[in-house]
Each structure stands twice: as C-alpha cells, then as structure tokens.
C-alpha cells in the first residue's frame, strides 16, 4: 500500500519509512495539558529526538515542553517533514492546505482522524498521508530505534 486510500491499511515499511525519514514534526492541536493525547505524544517525539513545533493559535507566544508554540504552519519558518494533526476530521482539509502551501512531505491524521478529501487532495500534490493512527504507538509497535 502505497496511499492512504486503501482501506486505511498500511504496510509497516510505508509506516517505518516516515517514522524513519522524518526529522522535524509540526503538531497542530498541541496541547500544554500533560493528559492531552497530542501533549504526551509531543512529549514522546521529543524523546525519540525528533524537533517538535507546537502549533495552536490559542497557545501561540507561550510554550509547551520547553518548545515555542506558533499559531499556525505559517508561521514555522524552517522546514517542515511531518504535520501530524489533532484536529476533528472535518477540520482536516484546511491543515492540509497549510501543510501543501509549508511544503511538508507527510500529513498524519490521529486517531479517529479520516478525511479521506483532503488525503486525496495531499497526495495529489505529492504528500504522504497516515490516517487513524498515532507515530507514538506505530514507533513502539515497530520497535523502533531498538537494535
């Protein structure tokens, strides 16, 4: 599988391959409440050494885990790998087209996070796409970073 169309099934290595590749990690829906989903996996990323930018317009100026928030993806002024989103599905198409516009190579959805338009929309423009899953869990589901 090479596209997130397909039944949300992906194969590990399309997975592994992101989790592998990606180095700088935008989190829209970034959360400075430590029993967030989108704080602990921040948290997690951060850990795992990935650069994580907090992105939440209602957080922006302050910080969450040491890291300065930014109200939106355009307001990242380095590169960006991966948007990993904690937003309603139906709040997806516009992160995608902030994604698309920051040229980000990945867009993951969380956890009960479809918008199967919008993942169209991204790879059309060249992006991979991950939906209904967390980097957190697929990180320790394919044990990652331990040899």
């Not at 997690?44 to 990935?50: C, N, S, V």
Request: contains cysteine; proline residues 5%.
């Amino acid at each position: 599988m090479t596209g997130a169309l397909n039944e949300l099934k992906y194969d590990d290595d399309f997975i592994r391959d992101i989790l592998e590749e990606v180095n700088v990690v935008a989190v829209v829906g970034a959360s400075s409440n430590p029993e967030r989903p989108s704080h602990q996996v921040m948290k997690y990323l951060l850990h795992k050494g990935y650069r994580v930018i907090p992105v939440n317009p209602n957080e922006a100026g302050r910080s969450i885990l040491g890291e300065p928030v930014v109200a939106s993806l355009q307001d990242i002024t380095e590169p960006i790998d991966m948007v990993d989103v904690f937003r309603r599905s139906e709040a997806v198409a516009e992160v995608v087209d902030e994604a698309i516009a920051a040229n980000a190579r990945v867009v993951w959805m969380q956890l009960g996070v479809v918008n199967k338009g919008a993942a169209s929309r991204a790879e059309e423009e060249g992006l991979r796409v991950i939906m209904d899953r967390c980097p957190k869990i697929e990180y320790e589901r394919l044990r990652l970073g331990i040899y």
